[in-house]
């Protein structure tokens, strides 16, 4: 091969890796590079962002938990001590605290213990009460005494208070009081509540209303 045959091949090879470049490949190629660069930068962007809103959650004081007030608690029911007007010793009236009724024993041939808004005959003799201590319970018994002897509250068979001779532990004559410090008491027998009945008569047990006590010295 002679020099200008060489000359002329450098000459070839040199245009031929000169030549330009298809124009759609150059713009496509630049679409690309400008594509991954808004791709890169919405990246970046979204990592700063999630970055902040983590931030923001984290410094953020947390809510203070609601407040729950203390439930009121519930009122206790107790039996009184047995002293004072619960001793056995003073003598008392029992009254009925939704009405100025009185529990009082009946009179002539009536011996049922009954309340009532009316003195009656010799109130004195009939609603005078003494609160008798008797093996944690308590007795009711009339405080005058009668030409038989002490005569107390007692539950008959159908329920009603009567009056019979008293008689220390008998299970008729046994009744509870309990209070809720509302200066009134509840009288149970056997753990059923004392209601009224029919004609005022008082009964452990039955539909009527319950009886709560107002306990003053008589």
Avoid at 100 to 122: C, N
Wanted: glycine residues 12%; charged residues 20%.
């Amino acid at each position: 091969m002679n020099l200008d045959e060489r000359l002329s091949r450098l000459l070839a090879g040199s245009s031929a890796s000169l030549s330009p470049r298809p124009v759609e490949a150059v713009i496509r190629r630049g679409r690309q590079r400008r594509l991954r660069r808004r791709v890169a930068v919405a990246g970046a962007l979204t990592v700063l962002a999630l970055a902040g809103g983590t931030a923001g959650l984290l410094s953020r004081p947390a809510e203070p938990a609601e407040r729950q007030l203390p439930a009121a608690p519930a009122p206790v029911s107790r039996a009184p001590q047995p002293t004072g007007l619960f001793a056995g010793t003073t003598p008392v009236t029992l009254a009925v605290s939704s009405s100025a009724a009185k529990v009082m024993a009946g009179y002539d041939d009536d011996d049922r213990v009954l309340v009532s808004g009316a003195e009656g005959k010799d109130p004195e003799l009939r609603n005078r009460w003494l609160i008798v201590p008797d093996g944690g319970a308590f007795a009711l018994r009339l405080a005058v005494e009668r030409p038989a002897g002490w005569v107390c509250a007692s539950r008959a068979d159908d329920g009603t208070l009567h009056l019979r001779l008293c008689l220390t532990g008998a299970a008729a004559q046994r009744f509870t009081l309990t209070t809720a410090d509302d200066e009134t008491y509840a009288l149970l027998w056997g753990g059923s509540p004392v209601r009224i009945g029919a004609g005022g008569a008082l009964a452990a047990g039955g539909t009527g209303a319950v009886v709560r006590l107002t306990v003053a010295r008589a």
